[in-house]
């Protein structure tokens, strides 16, 4: 008896998985693919989702960019204001829209300051007149004069400039 053998050449991949796999197993291998595409795009969609509060935190504020006052508060509080240094840390203070509080000794240029400052910078400013080399008393009489309106202070010049030297 001869057994004649025939050859088979496979053409196609596809005539390949056809004839080697039942139905079943090819429908089987579809849904797995298709559940692995599934499960890749949630992590890309998670991974963009996630990246949302750092480029809002980045390109927000560049978008809508924050006044000083917006970001600090409404008013500087500023001491020895009638001094050059003080004089100059509270124009700038105002030229950037700050409302000012003067704190100074000198209480006719204390007024002086005050005037000039709301009419050159249309602001509001007003002083208080305190003189430091009397002691802790001066402190109450400056929290007072603070407390009694209802201030959004953002700012404190000069003294805090002068702490922040010693520590």
């Known amino acids: 008896m001869s057994h004649a053998h025939t050859k088979m050449s496979v053409d196609s991949v596809q005539f390949l998985v056809q004839n080697l796999f039942d139905p079943w197993t090819v429908r089987?291998?579809?849904?797995?693919?298709y559940a692995g595409v599934a499960v890749g795009v949630t992590k890309i969609a998670q991974g963009l989702y996630s990246l949302i509060p750092?480029?809002?935190t980045y390109f927000y504020p560049k978008l809508r960019p924050l006044s000083l006052t917006d970001k600090y508060g409404r008013w500087a509080v500023i001491?020895?204001?009638?001094?050059?240094?003080?004089?100059?840390?509270?124009?700038?203070?105002?030229a950037?829209?700050?409302?000012?509080?003067?704190?100074?000794?000198?209480?006719?240029n204390l007024l002086d300051m005050a005037s000039e400052i709301q009419s050159q910078y249309s602001v509001q400013a007003y002083g208080i007149h305190a003189d430091f080399f009397l002691?802790?008393?001066?402190?109450?009489?400056?929290?007072?004069?603070?407390?009694?309106?209802?201030?959004d202070?953002?700012?404190?010049?000069?003294?805090?400039?002068?702490?922040?030297?010693?520590?």
């Open 79 to 94: 001491t020895g204001a009638t001094s050059s240094l003080g004089t100059a840390f509270a124009k700038e203070l105002a």
């Open 28 to 33: 089987l291998v579809d849904w797995l693919f």
């Open 96 to 108: 950037c829209g700050f409302d000012v509080v003067l704190i100074s000794r000198s209480y006719d």
């Open 54 to 56: 750092g480029v809002y």
């Open 153 to 167: 202070i953002g700012v404190l010049g000069k003294l805090l400039l002068v702490l922040s030297f010693l520590f």
């Open 135 to 151: 002691g802790q008393s001066v402190y109450n009489e400056i929290e007072k004069a603070l407390l009694t309106d209802t201030l």
